[in-house]
């Protein structure tokens, strides 16, 4: 019993490090693109609509990205407070809503950082 409790501890810290790597690359990147293109923006390219979109892009990461650390600190406390160590575990989802909310931001996230990324390759090509 012991070699399973080890080894569910590690699946548990290897998952709870993953997300939270996850959380800082999509706040790193969003908040590194955001700071690069306000500073060095090309010239005629603060009107351009591919730039706007990039920026509400990665806006949107960056705010789907703090909703899904929020979201994810409110299921663990959901989880904490319905584990009895002496009773079976119920068949639910993990964190119960607030599990799923998290992954719905943790997918938002992921997808406007891709899409705000792309957008600014495509005002940087363009200028």
């Known amino acids: 019993m012991a070699d399973f409790d080890d080894y569910q501890r590690q699946l548990i810290t290897g ?3 993953a997300s939270r ?4 690359l999509v706040v790193g990147i969003s908040t590194a693109a955001l700071s690069l293109t306000v500073v060095f923006r090309p010239e005629g390219a603060s009107s351009s609509w591919w730039l ?7 806006i949107l990461a960056l705010l789907a990205a703090l909703a899904s650390i929020q979201t994810s ?12 160590p002496g009773e079976p575990l119920l068949g639910g989802p993990a964190g119960g809503k607030w599990g799923d ?3 719905r931001f943790t997918a938002v996230s992921g997808i406007a950082v891709a899409v705000g990324v792309t957008l600014l390759a495509v005002v940087g090509a363009t200028a």
Request: net charge negative.
């Open 15 to 17: 998952y709870t490090d």
């Open 21 to 24: 790597d996850y959380d800082r």
């Open 52 to 58: 706007l979109g990039a920026w509400f892009c990665l």
């Open 73 to 84: 600190r409110m299921a663990f406390q959901v989880e904490f407070q319905e584990y009895d």
């Open 101 to 103: 909310w998290t992954d």
